[in-house]
Structures are given as structure tokens and as C-alpha cells.
């Protein structure tokens, strides 16, 4: 039941976009694509780091693959996405860009908390 629930309002919610018109979707969709892959990258690099350094204290032999300039080379690419996204949001032409970028970026997150929620840890890596 619940099951069918979830997916007539997912089905419900697919839909309304066409009330919007195509064009208004299509410009949403590519304007959000716009600084959303180096948010998520931002968020991999971000996350790269303690669980590298956990890996290096406990389990070396895991690592097959050596990174160059670790952490150096983490933090550096953090930066620069911070720089990118800071300079897109005082560029008025790529301000709607980030900004549809950031309204993906908390629905997901929020998306994730709400699931979240009943769990009482993070599996491990």
C-alpha cells in the first residue's frame, strides 16, 4: 500500500511540471545542472578526506592507489569549487544557475535527513 501511495505522488508530482510549460522545465533543469555536479564534488572531496585518513590508521592495505598531494590536493579542490561558486554567485548571468543549483541541493538534503531520520548510524565504508 505504501508502496502504490509513493509512487501515484511521485506520479502526481512528475506531472506538474507540464502545467509550468516545457520551456520553464527545461531552463530549471539546465540552469540547476549548472554549479550541481561541483557542489557534488565539492561534497566527494569533502568527504574524501576523514575517511582516507581512517582507512591510512586502520587498514592501509587497503589503499592500492596512493593519492598525490593528499590532503593538500583535497583542500586546493575545495577551494577552487568554493572560488568557482563564489564567483558564480556575483555573476549575474550564472546567479540563476547557482541558485537552482542550491534549491536541488536542499531538497536533497532535506530528502536525506527526513530518511535519515529512523536510522541510528551511517553504514560504514
Known sequence: TRAI???????????APSMLGAEAVFTFLVNASGALMLIVYGMVAAAEIPVRRKLEAEAPEKLTIRMWLFPAGS????????????AMGLTPSLRPQLLCSLVV???ALAAFFVLRRGRSAVPAV
Open 105 to 107: 541541493t536542499a531538497i
Open 75 to 86: 583542500y586546493a579542490a575545495i577551494l577552487a569549487i568554493l572560488v568557482i561558486l563564489a
Open 5 to 15: 501511495l509513493i509512487a501515484t505522488v511521485f506520479a502526481l508530482l512528475a506531472g
